[in-house]
């Protein structure tokens, strides 16, 4: 949650340095996972209600898989997620038909 407050969106490229790559350096994490964190900061910001949705501690990876989807369709596929206890492969599973 703290990259999705304190990093904006920057316009970065190849051998760039700013934004997620240097926060990533900073906080002694590797980029890859940092933007999956940050993805899944974006989902579980998006939730309207949270105390609707318990049970998301440690399911980062699965909001990062969730993040594919089309936005709308983040809160239903987090209930579902959590109704079904999903793995983190097949969260990836159920938003395959988004790039």
Known sequence: MHALGAVPLGKGGRGKKGGLAAYAERIGRDRPNVIKLRCAAEVFASLKHVEH???????????????????????????????????????????????
């Open 53 to 99: 949705y318990t049970g998301l501690a440690g399911k980062a990876f699965h909001l990062a898989a969730i993040h594919k989807a089309d936005e709308p369709l983040w809160p239903a596929l987090v209930a579902k997620m959590l109704d079904a206890g999903w793995t983190v492969k097949e969260a990836k599973e159920a938003v395959e038909p988004w790039p």
